[in-house]
């Protein structure tokens, strides 16, 4: 269940989308919440940093680490716009992020429920809790505009 701090954090995460969109990427956008305070915030750059592993969530995982000189985030929530993908959401996993919070879902590629849900596989030495569908209308028109504009 969504609260008004996640509507808040995500609304952090739509304008890390917006960026993206400006600067030609898909506009996918995370914030990273450690103990109650965000600590990285990014958005998709594959194509400008030549780096198919540079989606939103992989970039402010990667922040995060550096900040708090740990390679692993318990005690923090990830944002992001779209449901993540199932590199994301293994680093995630890999991370021991506590909790997942995404917007639109991904019927292509999603890994927490529309394809594949990796997040609820028991068998993981680490759980994460996920919630989807956090202003899913809003981040779901970002992707929209941006695709209808590319066509």
Known sequence: ???E???QFMMQALEQAKLAAQA???PVGAVLVHNGAVISKAFNRPIGNHDPSAHAEMLALRS????IQNYRLPGSTL?????????CAGAMLHARVDRVVFGARDPKTGAAGSVVDIFSINQLNH????????LESECGQVLKDF???RR
């Open 127 to 134: 759980q994460t809790t996920v919630d989807g569908g956090v």
């Open 79 to 87: 944002y992001v716009t779209l449901e993540p993908c199932v590199m």
């Open 5 to 7: 701090l996640d509507h």
């Open 1 to 3: 269940m969504s609260s």
């Open 147 to 149: 695709f209808k504009e």
């Open 24 to 26: 030609g990427e898909v």
């Open 64 to 67: 995060a680490a550096g900040e």
